[in-house]
């Protein structure tokens, strides 16, 4: 199946979709893909079986999404804890993300068509070498694509990104280029693999388990989360259409904290600590280049 | 005009869920009240002693429970039940997370609280403050933690590594998981909650410690105002029966 559905809507979804829509959009929606293995347990098929079905599911959520005129997606494909699995399942899910990519890099006008921008975060090196080149090479493809982004979290934990971020910083100080005091939350979120992104509006998890599962950790903090009962890959657009009309309900009462939360950062900002993420991000940019020849 | 219409219907749909919202609410509240009145523990006392028989079938460890009060204005009588409650059910850190630091500024009221509602004065739990004193394995720490607590509290650690690493203490490429972890939890004062009841009808962390979040079972308890005891054992069996599969 495509990394973007054409499976349109029947009218009543339609409906659905225009309602909800009418009202606020999140910009920017989080998923917690959970379920995939329940399900082909329920249904008596392999496990890998459930994953490709969980796949089928994303490219329809990213349908909605771009109908509902939802931004940006984030979404929890693979964790470092998933590494360990048992072996087998390990090389199902890197066989499927490998032929996945490929797939995306023979998709090229269709996502531009989409104006769709992917981006992989998380620990890249800790995945085999031909999946990272794709990897990169979608990325760079589709760079320039602005109306819609979608970032993959693929060798990913919430708390692996906070410490190499720090690590990132802790570096700066001991090289000199920034001094203690420079580090702040607004410095911290832009060492994150995440820098790029505003912070999601809307987390949602299915398949009715209640944690986050190391799933961006910092980002979500101050956000509205959505637990869903059903698994991933029974999740419909109306169960989509339930979670953002939550949201709708919800966000006038997370302002308050969020500004409690942007309040004990102070003001602090210097050109020293511009220039250290500009270097940062040129450092990941060349990275990609080479990861991608 | 077609724009106009959906959001008509949108408006109207909001409008019914908040009556179905408030006739749910009112439900909940005349079932407690019932059960209360029926089959509720009467008095302080009588409610330590239910969670504490309760406790018997919990198999699951519970190092660390986290109350976020989130939208919540604080009531210290219904904090200081929580606290005993949590202590009989074997928990040895109890927090708790109001983002606006109002409880942490009623520490003093909290701790005469505590002192007035134990008979037993050697079974105070001690709140902040006593982090390394003697309130050890055998009575519970109780916390009181705000909004500075979380990102700014990884900040302040950043801060602190970068310190050892100016003075040498420290090399930055010996900066990892472990080594981060032990920082944070140490700043913080608390392990990880293995749970964590929110407060309000919506679920957000409202900043609470992120570090700490990472595989913490997150449950509603609607209102920590008049919380029963009889809704908190029915929470703890819930997070008895929850799976944690880390990954794997």
């Known amino acids: 199946m495509s990394w973007i559905s054409d499976h349109g809507l029947s009218w009543m979804q339609k409906l659905g979709v225009r309602i909800i829509g009418s009202g606020r959009i999140p910009k920017h929606v989080a998923f917690i893909m959970d379920g995939n293995r329940r399900f082909a347990k329920k249904h008596n098929v392999q496990k890998i079986e459930g994953h490709l079905k969980g796949f089928d599911r994303l490219s329809e959520t990213l349908n909605w999404c771009l109908e509902l005129g939802i931004k940006e997606v984030t979404v929890y494909a693979f964790s470092i804890e998933n590494f360990k699995r048992t072996q087998d399942e390990v090389d199902g899910l ?27 975060i998380g620990n890249l090196d800790l995945l085999p070498i031909d999946l990272r080149r794709l990897m990169a090479k979608a990325m760079l493809m589709t760079k320039d694509n602005s109306k ?39 410095l911290l979120s832009k060492t994150f693999y995440t820098n790029h992104s505003p912070i999601p509006d809307l987390l949602i998890r299915t398949s009715g388990e209640v ?25 419909t657009v109306w169960d989509f259409l339930s979670a953002v009309f939550y949201y709708q309900r919800c966000h006038q009462n997370l302002k308050h904290v969020q500004h409690l939360e942007n309040e004990c950062d102070g003001l602090h900002q210097s050109i020293t600590t511009e220039d250290f993420v500009l270097n940062l991000n040129k450092k990941r940019e060349l990275y990609l280049a080479q990861l991608a020849n | 005009m077609a724009f106009n219409l959906f959001r008509a219907i949108l408006v109207l749909i909001h409008v019914i869920y908040d009556v179905y919202c408030e006739a749910r609410r009112a439900l909940r509240c005349a079932r407690q009240h019932l059960e209360d009145y029926f089959f509720s523990p009467r008095g302080l006392e009588a409610e330590i002693e239910y969670v504490r028989q309760e406790r018997k079938v919990l198999d699951k460890p519970l190092s660390h429970l986290a109350v976020i009060l989130g939208p919540e204005v604080v009531s210290v009588r219904d904090v200081v039940r929580l606290a005993l409650w949590c202590h009989a059910a074997g928990a ?101 909650p293995e749970l964590a009841f929110y407060c309000g009808d ?27 005891v009889l809704n908190f054992v029915t929470l703890l069996r819930r997070y008895n029966r929850c799976e944690q599969r880390l990954g794997t």
Request: with cysteine; net charge negative; proline share 4%.
């Open chain 2, 202 to 228: 919506i679920f957000s962390l409202y900043g609470f410690l992120p570090w700490h979040s990472r595989v913490t079972e997150f449950l509603p308890l609607h209102s920590h105002h008049n919380v029963s």
């Open chain 1, 211 to 235: 944690r986050l599962s190391d799933f961006l950790l910092w980002q979500v903090s101050c956000s509205c989360v959505y637990f869903s009962n059903v698994l991933w890959p029974d999740f």
């Open chain 1, 94 to 120: 890197m066989d499927l993300a490998t032929e996945k990519f490929q797939r995306l890099l023979e998709e090229k006008d269709k996502l531009t068509e989409h104006g769709v921008h992917i981006r992989v």
């Open chain 2, 92 to 192: 040895t850190y109890v927090s708790f997370y109001d983002p606006s630091g109002q409880l942490k500024k009623n520490k003093f009221a909290l701790d005469d609280a505590l002192i007035s509602a134990c008979k037993v004065k050697s079974h105070i739990p001690k709140t902040n403050g006593y982090i390394n004193g003697y309130a050890g394995k055998q009575f519970p720490h109780i916390m009181l933690l705000d909004i500075s607590d979380g990102k700014p509290g990884i900040v302040r650690v950043a801060k602190q590594i970068c310190e050892e690493v100016l003075s040498k203490e420290l090399s930055p490429n010996e900066v990892d998981l472990e080594l981060f972890s032990k920082y944070v939890m140490k700043e913080s004062g608390v392990p990880e």
């Open chain 1, 148 to 186: 819609a982004i979608l970032n993959i979290a693929f060798a990913y934990t919430g708390r692996e990104e906070i410490m190499q971020g720090v690590k990132q910083t802790v570096h700066g100080v001991a090289d000199g280029v920034l001094s203690t005091v420079d580090i702040t939350q607004d």
